[in-house]
C-alpha cells in the first residue's frame, strides 16, 4: 500500500476544501480507497492550482483582530 498523501497536518475545511493540502472534503474521505493513480492525478491538479495562486481566497489567513 501507498502512502502518497498531499495532507501536510493543517486539518480545517473552509468552503468545501482543505485549507492544508487544498483536497475536497470527499476526497479527503475516500482518499485511503483510491487507487494510486488517481491519488497523484490530484496532487498533480493540486500542484497545479498552486502555481496558479492557489483555490483560497486573499485573505483565507488575514487576523480579523487586526483588520479594520
Do not use: H, Q
Not at 500500500?1 to 497536518?9: D, H, K, N
Amino acid at each position: 500500500m501507498s502512502a502518497s498523501s498531499p495532507c501536510i497536518s493543517i486539518c480545517e475545511v473552509e468552503d468545501g476544501r482543505c485549507i492544508g493540502c487544498g483536497r475536497t472534503e470527499t476526497e479527503i474521505v475516500e482518499w485511503r480507497d483510491y487507487p494510486e493513480d488517481k491519488r497523484i492525478a490530484i496532487m498533480d491538479r493540486l500542484d497545479r492550482e498552486a502555481a496558479n495562486g492557489g483555490w483560497l481566497a486573499a485573505d483565507a489567513f488575514s487576523d480579523p483582530a487586526t483588520d479594520a
